[in-house]
């Protein structure tokens, strides 16, 4: 099946410092989708991304779907981003198959 | 919407009890989906419906887990009987059948003592 690799498996910033997530994936996919679990276990939804560029705020993810990959910046960290968090991807356009995660803590 | 919404948010029981954990998806959506998660093993989907059949249950452990899907707005996974290992977060999502885009539910987190 297909492998959803996420680096780095943790991170740790100071508030305001920037960051990039990566997510390489080792199949084509029809659906890929950037989440953030927060110290409260809530599963949010940050991006719907298979391919391109979106910004949401502070936040900006890219997919390039043709390189198998898929970044997620965060700028100007804030303690509130701490959590991790996961790309999922879906190889058949059903089933959403789960990275390893990134576990982010940011520091005031 | 309300998103999605699962019950009950928290349960403990005891090792060879029934354990019935319940989802409703957001209405109009045509896909539902169960996931676990553990520390040793991330988040796994157990198994997927579309229009309340099931369509892929190859993540489901073991025969001890059974999950329906009866009408559109209602979900059961059941454990019977449950064993300490079963000790997880279980999570329901649904999506729509035009867009790909999943939603979570809060989750449920099971303790069997």
């Known amino acids: 099946g297909i492998q959803v690799e996420q680096s780095p498996p943790d991170l740790i910033l100071q508030e305001g410092a920037n960051s990039t997530l990566r997510c390489n994936f080792s199949?084509?996919?029809?659906?890929l989708q950037w989440f953030h679990q927060n110290p409260w276990g809530q599963l949010i939804n940050l991006f719907y991304?298979?391919?391109g560029t979106k910004q949401n705020g502070r936040l900006s993810a890219t997919t390039v779907a043709t390189e198998r990959y898929s970044l997620l910046y965060i700028s100007s960290s804030q303690t509130t981003d701490s959590g991790v968090y996961f790309c999922a991807v879906a190889p058949y356009g059903d089933k959403l198959i789960f990275g390893t995660g990134t576990r982010l803590q940011v520091f005031p | 919407d309300a998103g999605v919404i699962q019950s009950p948010r928290h349960e403990v029981t005891e090792m060879g009890q029934e354990v019935t954990l319940r989802c409703k998806p957001i209405?109009?959506?045509?896909?539902l989906f169960w996931y676990r998660q553990t520390m040793m093993r991330g988040l796994e989907l157990l198994i997927y419906?579309?229009?309340?059949?099931?369509?892929?249950d190859s993540g489901m452990p073991e025969d001890r887990f059974s999950a329906k899907m009866p009408n559109a707005s209602f979900s059961t996974l059941k454990i019977q009987p449950s064993e300490p290992r079963d000790s997880a977060v279980y999570f329901c999502?649904?999506?729509?059948?035009?867009?790909?885009?999943?939603?979570f539910g809060q989750g449920t987190r099971l303790t069997v003592v």
């Open positions: 419906f579309n229009n309340n059949v099931p369509i892929d």
């Open positions: 999502a649904s999506r729509g059948n035009r867009g790909w885009e999943a939603f």
């Open positions: 209405s109009g959506h045509d896909y």
């Open positions: 991304i298979p391919s």
């Open positions: 199949d084509s996919v029809n659906n």
